[in-house]
């Protein structure tokens, strides 16, 4: 297991953008994939976008499509993830998380499961209000 840490998280107007972070603390997350989950108040944590360690098509739940953009990049592999066109129904607490699977959705839930996910860091919150 590594040890992460996410950044970036806020209050925005909807509509608006925000850049979630994801890092290791002494550690390369070139090895690992990457997956960002979200969870609200009141419902179940949920996957919203997963980042491999091959060059593959990165994964996107259907709700956040087109919107957000997950991306790797430094000599640690510090994993951004960019939120743009951002709605009140996008608030929650965001986790990135790794593990050494690679991300394969579930065919039954069609998204990617926490449980699969072996490392987490200690959430970010991203308000979307006016």
């Known amino acids: 297991q590594v040890q992460l840490v996410e950044s970036g998280g806020g209050l925005v107007q909807p509509g608006g953008s925000l850049r979630l972070d994801c890092a290791a603390s002494?550690?390369?997350?070139?090895?690992?994939?990457i997956g960002w989950f979200r969870q609200a108040p009141g419902k179940e944590r949920e996957g919203v976008s997963c980042?491999?360690?091959?060059?593959?098509?990165?994964y996107y739940a259907d709700s956040v499509k087109g919107r957000f953009t997950i991306s790797r990049d430094g000599v640690k592999g510090t994993v951004y993830l960019q939120l743009n066109s951002l709605k009140p129904e996008d608030t929650a607490v965001y986790y990135c998380?790794?593990?050494?699977?690679?991300?394969?959705?579930?065919?039954?839930?069609?998204?990617?499961?926490?449980?699969?996910?072996?490392?987490w860091g200690q959430g970010t919150q991203v308000t979307v209000a006016s």
């Open positions: 998380a790794s593990d050494l699977s690679p991300c394969i959705p579930d065919i039954t839930i069609r998204n990617i499961r926490p449980k699969d996910f072996s490392s």
């Open positions: 002494g550690a390369t997350l070139d090895y690992y994939a």
């Open positions: 980042i491999g360690t091959t060059d593959g098509t990165p």
